[in-house]
């Protein structure tokens, strides 16, 4: 007896049952069974149910989609790299406000991923820069931009971050001052 057939069989059995009482019948037809086959399911004494998940032929036949699984793995890998850059941002010091305008994260759950990677959190308003650091910056910041062109800017502050050894937040909040020319 095939071990993997037997599995499958009584994967599916299982699953078609479940959704049968629970009245799901569009699943059920979902899963490839046509009304016929839904009632005689239905019909069916216990003995046979067993016979019908221990058969040593295949009745169930698994398919992949390649094209769905390749939007899958695509959607997994954006996924994986925008968490990434969650916390890339917030270990760099995004404030709540960067994080809910970039990412759609509420403060709360802001709070909860800098607990979950250990983030310090400063009290109190941010340190200011010296006017050599803001002019330091803006230079900076104009370089990226002429190379970069209309390209991701919270990367480009994020690398500024990072260059300048200050917190994402200073940077976006002088980089917004200078851009609105306040």
Request: charge should be negative.
């Amino acid at each position: 007896m095939n071990l993997s057939f037997n599995v499958l069989n009584q994967a599916m059995l299982t699953q078609v049952l479940h959704e049968l009482r629970l009245g799901n019948l569009q699943r059920c037809k979902a899963l490839g069974l046509g009304e016929e086959d839904i009632y005689l399911l239905q019909s069916l004494p216990p003995t046979t149910l067993s016979r019908l998940a221990h058969a040593t032929v295949p009745w169930v036949e698994i398919k992949i989609d390649s094209s769905v699984l390749h939007r899958l793995i695509d959607q997994a890998e954006r996924d994986e790299q925008n968490e990434r850059l969650i916390n890339r941002a917030l270990k760099l010091g995004a404030s709540s406000t960067i994080m809910y305008q970039c990412f759609g994260l509420a403060h709360s759950e802001t709070a909860l991923r800098r607990r979950l990677l250990k983030i310090e959190t400063r009290k109190g308003r941010p340190q200011n820069l010296s006017e050599a650091q803001e002019h330091a910056l803006w230079q900076r910041w104009c370089q990226l931009r002429a190379q970069d062109g209309a390209e991701d800017q919270l990367d480009a502050m994020m690398m500024l971050a990072e260059e300048q050894q200050i917190s994402l937040a200073i940077v976006w909040q002088q980089i917004d001052h200078y851009s609105n020319g306040t």
